[in-house]
């Protein structure tokens, strides 16, 4: 086995694991297993809105996500659901957060330059990209919309990992309690 290992050498794993998540979603909403897994969210009671929250933050699974967390807020109470599902949303965060500045942004800037497709923009460098990165990616986060731009922002500042979660859980929870507030309304 080890021999097979070292003959096969995976260049851009982490690329592969996004477009093959990409293929099982559209194939997932095409043969009606994602309602499965919907429906399966709800017989969990607390940790399947962990688990709802934790899927609010992608772009694949955010739909579902906050039809689970929707329904949820109708028979639970909204601040249960905000604080559970925040806790999700940001530990989905945090790896969606590593995994973008850790591995994502590894394996994707050489293909660019590969594909002379990169071009070094100085705005990193610039005195307003300091505060208006964070401020940006903090808005995406809070906003309904899937996290992943916000953490792109986030990942290329400076920004510690524990600032983020703390950023993260009260931006997230926040996001969900309206959610929650409109589906009682």
């Given amino acids: 086995m080890r021999l097979f290992?070292?003959?096969?050498?995976?260049k851009y794993p982490n690329l592969s694991i996004l477009l093959v998540s990409v293929l099982l979603t559209i194939i997932g909403l095409k043969n009606g297993s994602l309602q499965s897994v919907v429906d399966l969210l709800g017989y969990l009671g607390y940790f399947g809105i962990l688990v709802a929250g934790l899927l609010f933050v992608s772009t694949f699974t955010v739909v579902p996500a906050a039809a689970v967390l929707f329904v949820f807020a109708k028979i639970t109470d909204p601040v249960?659901?905000?604080?559970?599902?925040?806790?999700?949303?940001?530990i989905g965060d945090l790896i969606g957060f590593i995994f973008v500045r850790e591995r994502l942004l590894a394996e994707l800037n050489p293909l660019l330059k590969a594909l002379h497709l990169y071009r070094r923009i100085n705005i990193v460098n610039s005195r307003y990209f300091g505060w208006f990165a964070p401020?940006?990616?903090?808005?995406v986060i809070a906003s309904p919309l899937p996290?992943?731009?916000?953490l792109t922002l986030l990942g290329i500042t400076k920004i510690k990992v524990h600032s983020l979660a703390l950023i993260a859980f009260v931006l997230?929870?926040?996001?969900?309690?309206l959610l929650a507030i409109a589906a009682n309304s």
Wanted: cysteine-free; overall charge negative; charged content about 10%.
């Fill in 80 to 90: 249960i659901v905000a604080i559970i599902g925040g806790l999700g949303a940001t």
């Fill in 172 to 177: 997230n929870s926040l996001g969900i309690l």
């Fill in 135 to 139: 401020v940006l990616g903090a808005a």
């Fill in 147 to 150: 996290d992943e731009l916000g």
């Fill in 5 to 10: 290992h070292e003959e096969f050498h995976w």
